[in-house]
């Protein structure tokens, strides 16, 4: 079991990813901390990296084409893609850990999440480039809308689908509950993807395909 | 046994199998055909990597569909496109795939594989330095691991030197016995050499299904083979056409075997490669 999680873990990354939380460690103290002052910024860059992470995951499987043996073996496929998830958000969680305190974890953590959770889900479901294509527009949307700050995306029911609040005028406390209810979708994405794990072969099968 | 009945499978308005009725009982069964005959794709469905389309196939009473776990559980598999992850050794890549198929103390199993397959000095290199012939001797470890009941292997001969396959298909002959083992290729050669019976699909289509000497024997009296001078050999043979089946140079000579009784020609055994090709002409 040990060993499994083990292999899942070293096949989930490249090892120089956590170059980027170490990294940001060594900034924070250098800066004295002051990386605090760029908060905004970070809750707009990092949620982009998460589905990044987790589509590179679902496509290197296909890529390596380590794809059909996996596939074909007995184990459960559950465990498989849960323990490389944990592998590939472990060093972005720590890279958000090394950068911002405790208070504001959730804050550039839960978009993040939940981008990653949907890019999973519609990379199951459909491919791996409707599965990118999904999180970013939604990014890119939210970006705008914070942006122009137009009206609707911070005061109406709007506001909830806006990744990014930091800079939106709303309460702590409302921006709370909405990264809250974030994460709350994220988690149920993350149930739904979990479900699928085990047809992920059939759901992943490849659309270009010999037919020798 | 392998078991189809009318299974097929289309992607969209391509039919890569037709609706196929088939056997397979213990021993090595060779699945022939050219590119695009529908090989892969069979051999998929059996696998459990790729749903049917249509009618239904049952892996040693199981179905890929309602119970691939079990069917996993069985199964060897060398896929055609068959790849090992990047990151690790040889002996490692071994060791996972050995968790994925719930093997206790998998071991001994494999030092006997890496052993088996001359491996065992690379064993603690990256996969990536492997050659293709490497790698696949690899993949065919690997399919091996918890010795299966079912092997699939698709093209397992692809890119190995002619004395990589000459040695995979001794061991090919040692495998079957009371193991089911399908070897999917369009070499005629492997399947001459190791296969007890033999389906052939043309365009989704079981053309034939049988033993290789039935095969022989249904072109018998049909071959024949004629010496052209090499300065004759484009014309005659564009005038034979469909009929030619191989051409091979010997001297200032072409000798060509063909399905038609031609002037100077005379008629010989017909080989598995003969049947073969007459087979996919006629």
Known sequence: MRKHFFYEMRLAVHPAIWLLPIALAILRVVTGGSLERVLVFFEFVYPLLFPIAVISLLRRERSDRTFEVLVATPHRKTPVLLARLVGVMLPLFCAVAATVSPGNWLSVLAPGVLLAMLALVTGLVWKDEIGLAVPLGWWAVSFAVSFTQMTWGHHAVGSWFILFLLGSGLSPEAILWRKLGHLAVAAMLLSVSLLMAETWPRSASPRRHRTS | MIRLDGLSKDYGDVHALRPTDLRIDSGVFGLLGPNGAGK?????????????????????????????????????????DFGAYPKLKGREYLEYVAILKNLRHPKPQIDALLSQFGLTDVATRRVTTYSGGMLRRLGISQALLGEPRVLLIDEPTSGLDPEERARF??????????????????????????????????????CYHGTPRELIERFRGTVFEVSVPEAEAGERTDTWGGSVLSTRRDLDARVVRLTKDVEGSHEVAPTLEDAYLALLRS
């Open chain 2, 40 to 80: 892969t794709t069979l051999i998929r469905m059996a696998a459990t990597t790729l749903p049917p389309s249509g009618g239904s196939i049952t892996v040693c009473g199981h179905n890929p569909v309602q119970e691939p776990v079990a069917i996993r559980r069985m199964l060897g598999y060398l896929p055609q």
């Open chain 2, 169 to 206: 298909r001794e061991f090919l002959m040692d495998l079957g016995g009371s193991r089911i083992v399908v070897l999917s290729t369009h070499f005629v050669e492997d399947v001459a050499a190791t296969c007890d019976r033999l389906g052939v699909l043309d365009r989704g289509t079981l």
